[in-house]
Structures are given as structure tokens and as C-alpha cells.
């Protein structure tokens, strides 16, 4: 098993991938490609410093993002099988996110399932032999991920407000969007009308917007309110 980490998710978005190649005939099973793009976010203390009247003050808090991607390719009747048990700890996603030391969370899995559901049930996937998708997670964690030199790459960056952002967005909650919130509803960040069946992300105040759209928005602004209320989300 991975090493256990005090972590809280930022963030964990899949999609399918529609991509064909020549030797993916060759497979003698159904397989499921998940190209992982693991983003690890480790707050660093920062450093004292004296200010000119000899007080001692902080430096801006830094972090180093470590980021790591690899693709891992499952047998899809399995994990299929696994899904329909709910058997969590032991399936190849489960296993997947193990060997990339990605803090697992629930949530985190559900993502995965749910897109790999989403895929299964399209018409235009059916009669392929491989079925790809893409995967990207951002953790924070207390400590750096102790990988072998050379998997991964790192960069120090300011870390002001990633504890922030990760609180904002777990507040967020998914809701399916049903023919009374299509009629006159968009999303106020990037003025588009929502899709009915949809899935959206809502705040505790009770605002909803595109997913990719809020969780941009609270990337980006400095104070992680609401766009239409302003309510302080962290």
C-alpha cells in the first residue's frame, strides 16, 4: 500500500479520450488506458526574516508542486466487474492511484467510475477493442511524495492560498440539471446555458455554474468567494 498522507483533494477531473490506434486489435481483452497526471502540492514553512526595526516577520510561504504522469492500462471486463460490487479497495483503480503514492479519496474513485460508465454506454465506443481516458489530480499533502528521480518533475512556487482553493472547492456539490433549472439558467462565469442531465457544481449558498468554470474561478481570485453573491467560500 502507499504511504499514508494528511492530504485534502483539490481537485480530480476525467474524461474520455477518443483516440484510435493500429495495434490496439492486437489486445486479446477489452483494455482501459488511464493516462494519470498526478499534481502533488507540498507547503513549505517559510522562512523568518527580520524587518529594519529588528522585528522578526515571515517571507511569503512557498510550495514545491511535484507532478508526475504515467499510463496504466486495465482489463475493462474486471474493473467493470469490480464497479458492479462496489468493491472499492481492491479494484485496478484503486490500484492505479496506489502505485502513484495519489492520497485516495472516495470522491476521488467516483470521478473515475463515473466517466468510465459514461464511456461504456456511448454508442461509438462499443466496438472498440480499447477504450482511453485521461485523468488529472491535484493533492495537497504535509510532505513530498518520495518517488524515484527521473518519473516526476518539481517546481517551487508561492503557496498563499492552495489550502484555500482545496477549501473552497470541497464545499462544492454536484447536481444533475432537470428541465425546471434549464429553462432561462446559465452559468453566470462564462454566460453558457446548462445542459439538461448535466451534472453542475452548486455552493453552500446555493449559486450553480459549470464545474471547470467555478473551480477556475476559485483558482484564480486571491479571496474564494461566490461569483453572484460574494460569499466567502474559504
Avoid at 498522507?5 to 480530480?12: E, F, K, P, V
Avoid at 474524461?15 to 502540492?41: G, H, M, S, Y
Avoid at 465506443?125 to 527521473?150: C, H, S, T
Avoid at 432561462?184 to 455552493?203: A, P
Wanted: with cysteine; charged share 30%.
Amino acid at each position: 500500500m502507499s504511504r499514508t498522507y494528511s492530504s485534502c483533494l483539490a481537485s480530480c477531473k476525467a474524461w474520455d479520450v477518443d483516440l484510435q490506434r493500429p495495434d490496439d486489435d492486437f489486445w486479446p481483452c477489452k483494455i482501459l488506458e488511464i493516462n494519470v497526471k498526478a499534481t502533488f502540492i507540498a507547503s513549505r514553512k517559510p522562512p523568518q526574516q527580520e524587518d529594519d526595526d529588528g522585528e522578526e516577520g515571515k517571507k511569503s510561504a512557498m510550495a514545491r508542486k511535484t507532478v508526475r504522469e504515467e499510463c496504466h492500462k486495465v482489463p475493462l471486463e474486471q474493473l467493470l466487474n469490480d464497479i458492479v460490487t462496489e468493491d472499492w479497495n481492491d479494484t485496478s483503480i484503486w490500484d492505479v492511484l496506489d502505485s502513484m503514492q495519489i492520497p485516495i479519496h472516495r470522491s476521488t474513485v467516483d470521478e473515475i467510475v463515473r466517466c468510465v460508465l459514461r464511456m461504456v454506454a456511448r454508442e461509438c465506443y462499443k466496438d472498440r477493442n480499447v477504450l482511453r481516458m485521461r485523468v488529472e489530480i491535484e493533492a495537497l499533502v504535509d510532505e513530498e511524495p518520495d518517488f524515484v528521480e527521473g518519473d516526476v518533475y518539481s517546481i517551487d512556487v508561492e503557496a498563499d492560498d492552495f489550502r484555500e482553493t482545496a477549501e473552497a472547492i470541497t464545499k462544492l456539490r454536484n447536481v444533475v440539471v432537470e428541465e425546471a433549472v434549464v429553462e432561462n439558467s446559465l452559468c453566470s462565469i462564462c454566460l453558457v446555458e446548462f445542459l439538461e442531465g448535466s451534472e453542475i457544481s452548486g455552493t453552500p449558498c446555493s449559486h450553480v455554474f459549470h464545474d471547470r468554470c467555478i473551480r477556475a474561478w476559485l483558482k484564480k481570485c486571491s479571496k474564494k468567494f461566490c461569483p453572484n453573491c460574494v460569499t466567502i467560500l474559504a
